[in-house]
């Protein structure tokens, strides 16, 4: 199956990523790391080079292929990289499932850019990739990312101590999803 490499939005589309990204993707990453620091896990010194985000764009393509995740650039207009939002951890058969993550440039925080990205992501998620199940995970005090969620339809599930390592440290994190059925 053929599935989509961009999905437009009004003030932003999502498209995967090539290597003609590095660059860009280099000067998002050190420009918005200290932001990002407290969200995501801790990255060598490797990651912030071009040689780490060519490995990551690689290894994303690797996993496109092979339907198991599917990273997508958060793109403006004019094609200015502000983030990256992907569906991960990909499981088919009886649970068709995936886990949603986003981040977006500090300079364009607060436009809705993450909240389109991710009603784009969900359209792709439920349309050609045809997935049932979307879920995402945020800190209990990322109001903001918590609101994005809700305005596209997920719905808080619960709550997991300690699930996942951000930061060097294990966080607690609410849990949110969606089915194909509520997006409807």
Sequence with gaps: MRLPE???GDQVAIRAFTLAD?????ELRRRTRHFNAPFEPRRSEGF?????????ILRDRDEWVVDRMYAFAIVERDGRIRGRIGLANIVRGAWDNATLGYFVDEAV?????????????LRFAFGPCRLHRVQAAVMP???RSARVLRKNGLRLEGHAQRYLRLD???????????TA???G
């Excluded at 590095?22 to 280099?26: G, K």
């Excluded at 912030?48 to 990551?56: D, K, L, S, V």
């Excluded at 925080?109 to 992501?121: H, K």
Aim: proline share 0%; aromatic share 8%; glycine share 8%.
């Design 6 to 8: 961009r999905v437009e």
């Design 141 to 143: 005090h990322n109001e």
């Design 168 to 178: 060097g440290r294990w966080r607690d994190h609410d849990l949110y999803a969606i």
């Design 109 to 121: 925080n607060g436009r809705g850019y993450a909240t389109e990205a991710v009603a784009l992501i």
């Design 48 to 56: 912030f080079t071009a040689a780490g985000q060519r490995a990551e």
């Design 181 to 183: 059925e509520e997006l």
């Design 22 to 26: 590095v660059e860009e993707l280099v």
